[in-house]
Nanobody, 115 residues
Framework: QVQLVESGGGLVQPGGSLRLSCAASGSIFRINDMGWYRRAPGKERELVARVSSVGTINYSDSVKGRFTISRDNAKNTVFLQMNSLKPEDTAVYYC?????????WGQGTQVTVSS
């Protein structure tokens, strides 16, 4: 079993920044892709960014140039630096990790962008 624990969410004003962290633990031999998804109220969950074990990165168009994903393979940790936040970034952010043929999810952390 694999556990993912997120931290770093909160309330921030438009234009502000937040940094999310997600640490994986448990029966891990190798984590392939790690990523961040989000679900805004009334919307489907969507990909924000993901990074492979060799560093290949994908971003959604809505966050390109504002968010940066990174990972520390030695610590099985993934980060999401979010800058120039907008009210439309408000959502629950979920960490994901792929181990073998299974995808695991964190419990989610709320990010609210509001003045």
């Amino acid at each position: 079993q694999v556990q993912l624990v997120e931290s770093g969410g909160g309330l921030v004003q438009p234009g502000g920044s937040l940094r999310l962290s997600c640490a994986a633990s448990g029966s891990i031999f190798r984590i392939n892709d790690m990523g961040w998804y989000r679900r805004a109220p009334g919307k489907e969950r969507e990909l924000v960014a993901r990074v492979s074990s060799v560093g290949t990165i994908n971003y959604s168009d809505s966050v390109k140039g504002r968010f940066t994903i990174s990972r520390d393979n030695a610590k099985n940790t993934v980060f999401l630096q979010m800058n120039s936040l907008k009210p439309e970034d408000t959502a629950v952010y979920y960490c994901s990790g792929v181990v073998g043929f299974n995808i695991y999810w964190g419990q989610g952390t709320q990010v609210t962008v509001s003045s």
